[in-house]
């Protein structure tokens, strides 16, 4: 395979399973000594990771980027995705480009003023990384043959046309009309895009292959491309990237299999604006605990501990927890209560020069008042990886070492009064009540097993043995597209399968 050669994995439709594949091809081709590195061009998602930017400092992408590029094993940067969209509500989105914000837009105002530096920002960025690495995957976005978006389609489309990829659909056969929409997507497919098709894949099958023999010939007959596999629905464990990810209802849980009565749960509000809720995973993979995402109206007095996440606009969920009698509950509840990010500055007695994130007239607003923080917003951004030695107290207490991650927030937080910091100079803790800027927290092992260990004995139950380490996500994605697609046949199709490896 030359140098800088593209394959680009689309849908026909939302989550068809193309962050999962796209990961399982990064890990495979590292693991094959190939130099491979994700892209997507543009991404939608409260999910941030941090990453290196162009200029060496450092910026957002979409967590499955991030991911990808873990599977890949190789350095996240702001060119893996250029153009970020982080939903704010109300029809309106903050614009990240090359990892820096450049301001809020509607959808209309967006692809009026801003859609030709979003794509010119995507092909430099493509082409830097074409520059470095032997193999990019891409990661399309959507579906990709809507007439209605066809006209500015960055993930799909554009990223077909100037990468010169060799596209894989994919088509979920889970939810139904798999070859229906399939068909569909190659007949609808706008030229730059369809002419470059080389294959197609089903994913989240249940049962015997054999079974859909007839129908993966039919459509190879009708549409002149090859089915290149059938993919079991096998989750390997990879971080959500949108809220569409949370439980509907009431609880995940991990894959043990404890009992209810042996379990404690961690309530988690699920917010209207909620972002970065990856954070909590860690958490629900452990035994016996189970994650409760919650309405803002629901009652939270049978958890054993609360968790409130990342928010993309803590002004406006603040109202609606507020309205809601949230912060009531909050307050009588007496196990220990973590905040992360936004969920921090919920936790605070107020927050100052709020204007920037949406009330208009910068003035004070009132937190929930469980510790002795304030925040003052300004457009300054702090965006960084992190490592914080521990001071284990409150709903860490007993934890030690030092905990990695990463801060992406605007506003900072000070104390109003004498306070612990346990994670760094702008965390507080107080009692049974922590707040960190720290997203990953519980990625930390020895800071989950601290939690986890006051979470139990809160609750007065022994914690469940721990079980054989679980398989590693990123092996386990190559393994399912290695066992189930015919990689060979898609690497040959992208080079006439020629290969320096």
Known sequence: MSGADTILVVGTASHVGKSAVCAGLCRLLADRGYDVAPFKAQNMSNNARVAVTPSGSW?????????????????????????????RGEGESQVIVDGEPIGHRSAAAYYEEGWETAVSAAEAAHARLASEYDVIVAEGAGGAAEPNLAHRDLANRETARFADAAVLVLADIERGGAFASLYGTLE???????????????????????????????????????????????DPGLPEEDSVGLPDGVETVGADEVPDSRSVHVAVPRLPRISNFTDLEPLAREPGVRIRYVDPDDPIETADAVVLPGTKNTVDDLRTLRAAGFGDR????????????????LLGERLTNAHVEGTGDGRTLAGFGLLPVETRFSRAKRVERVSYAVDGVGPLAGAAGRASGYEIHAGETRATESVARPIGPQSAASGRVLGTYLHGLFENRFVREAFCERVFGRAGTEPPARGPERVNPYDAAATLVETHLDVEALLASVSAGTSSH
């Open 188 to 234: 609808l497919a706008p030229a730059e895009l369809r002419e470059r098709v080389v294959g197609a894949a089903i994913t989240k099958f249940r049962g015997d292959r054999d079974v859909l023999a007839p129908a993966l010939d039919d459509i190879e007959a009708r549409t002149g491309v090859p089915i290149l596999g059938v993919l079991p629905y096998d």
């Open 330 to 345: 909050l307050a009588a509840f007496d196990g220990p209560i973590v905040g992360i990010c936004g969920g921090y500055q």
């Open 59 to 87: 910026g957002e992408i979409g967590v499955s980027q991030y991911v990808q590029a873990r599977a890949a094993r190789v350095p996240a940067t702001t060119d893996m995705n250029p153009v970020l969209l982080k939903p």
